[in-house]
């Protein structure tokens, strides 16, 4: 077991590198967005990212999980040629007929920068399947490494085109689109292999049923979780407007850190799990690792939310009059981790269509609460419900996988809950900067303990 979470740990490093390195840098750009550009403006760039994050796994079919998922166990040069030509073959028509349809759209609907948009849905996933093809063949080395260019070269269009240029939130669009195309060339150019291994002669039936069957239940899952996520943002644009909808976005990317730190591991444990699972001891050392990582992000939501309210300078004054929302959101993001903890179970055993169950159920629960609780509470009920719902797909996946692999909870789990339910309702009922910062550095400072405990299974 102790080989097991030294790889771990050296997986989790590599990401971390990848992952901080770049979406910390993206994070920490959306702040200092907000003192440039209206909050309207921002609070329509916002949604219309998540919108186009939401249909990415329709334009992909979710294949990305695919390509790791079909490469990772075969080291049969051909049998990768086979699946690389057939999911860029599925790929390709389904670019052909989005193509067809973004031609017709416009003279049915107006959409404020609609091509941008559109390009963006097409650079978005091709880059998600090429930066999986990356992650598998060639190294998470490597996968790290485009992570950190693109999000360097997005700050670098991003700045240029918005402060230089002043174009606004064209420049965020364009920025973006720039930066994944010269990405993805200079990791073709400098490895030269991709288009290589693609080729019609490849393309084979069986391949193309059985990446669909792999895929489709991961992409239900994905727009069920795009509908959990996103829905609430269309309701408060309807009833409160786009500024809301800023400062929500805001809040958010505080609150990614969290996520940030979820992909991380879930891109780290995926792998070492899918090698792992069918070991005798399998159900402990999974245990153990979501023991650990449940005590992580609690002590994560606690220092985020009150060093927030702590330092309210690192946002405007307009947006911190809304920072009470930040403790129930990042208690949401850190039970959507738990979740996709659980998600790798149901991928080890190619059992992804038992995932449906949880999210499209936690898809209809979501808009529900969201329009109910917007209504009355605003801002409040939309992270209300999103937490809420959160928390029922993280129980529902829990039970669930007692069938598979029972993952055993301990009592540093139960302690973290306690201690999030403490520390909520010390964040809600009382505001006392003496008493923020007291909590702060205790959280903090146990967060440190509790790394540097970890940083043994790195040597």
């Known amino acids: 077991m102790e080989s097991r979470n030294k790889k771990l740990a050296s997986d989790i490093v590599i990401y971390g590198i990848g992952n901080i390195g770049s979406r910390l840098l993206v994070f920490m750009l959306f702040p200092v967005f907000s003192f440039f550009v209206e909050s309207g403006e921002l609070g329509y760039y916002d949604l219309a990212l998540n919108t186009i994050l939401l249909l990415i796994p329709v334009v992909t079919l979710q294949m990305r999980e695919a ?9 049969d040069e051909s049998y990768r040629k086979n699946i690389l030509s057939t999911i860029m ?26 091509i941008l948009i559109v390009l963006s849905i097409f650079t978005y996933g091709f880059y998600e399947l090429f930066i999986q093809y990356i992650r598998v063949v060639y190294s998470a080395k490597n996968y790290a ?74 992409l239900v899952t994905a727009l069920a979780f795009g509908i959990v996520s996103t829905c609430g943002k269309y309701i408060i644009n309807h009833y409160l407007g786009e500024q809301y909808n800023g400062y929500l976005g805001l809040t958010e990317k505080f609150s990614s850190i969290i996520i940030i730190i979820g992909i991380t591991f879930y891109q780290a444990w995926q792998e070492t799990a899918v090698k792992n699972y069918r070991e005798k001891d399998s159900n402990i050392f999974f245990s153990n690792v979501f023991n650990e990582y449940a005590v992580l992000l609690s002590l994560l939501v606690i220092c985020i939310s009150f060093g927030l309210r702590s330092f309210p300078f690192v946002i405007p004054e307009e947006y911190y009059q809304h920072v009470n929302i930040i403790f129930i959101y990042c208690l949401g993001s850190a039970f959507y981790c738990f979740a996709m903890f659980l998600e790798i179970t149901f991928q080890c055993t190619k059992q992804t269509s038992r995932i449906l169950y949880s999210i499209v159920s936690c898809a209809i629960i979501t808009p529900v609460l969201s329009f109910f609780l917007i209504k009355h509470y605003g801002l409040m009920g939309n992270v209300t419900a999103l937490c809420i719902s959160l928390v029922y797909l993280f129980v ?26 403490v520390s909520g309702t010390i964040f809600h009922t009382l505001q ?14 146990l967060l440190l303990y509790f790394l540097s405990r970890a940083r043994k299974h790195i040597r």
């Open 89 to 114: 073959f599925i790929e390709g028509c389904i670019f052909a007929l989005l193509l067809i349809i973004s031609f017709i759209t416009p003279h049915f609907f107006s959409i404020r920068y609609y």
């Open 432 to 445: 006392n900067k003496y008493l923020d910062y007291s909590i702060l550095f205790v959280a903090g400072s």
């Open 396 to 421: 529902f996946r829990y039970f669930q996988t007692l069938r598979i692999l029972p993952i055993k909870l301990s009592k540093g789990f139960y302690l973290s809950m306690l201690l999030l339910g």
């Open 67 to 75: 390509t790791f998922r079909l490469l990772i166990e075969s080291k």
């Open 145 to 218: 490494l485009i992570g950190i260019i693109t999000a360097f070269l997005t700050a670098a269009f991003a700045f240029s085109l918005l402060f230089l240029f002043d174009m606004g939130i064209e420049g965020l669009f364009i920025g973006n689109i720039a930066a994944r195309i010269t990405a993805m060339l200079f990791i073709e150019i400098r490895k030269g292999k991709f288009l290589k291994l693609l080729s019609f002669c490849n393309i084979k039936r069986e391949h193309i049923n059985e990446v669909i069957r792999y895929s489709f239940p991961m």
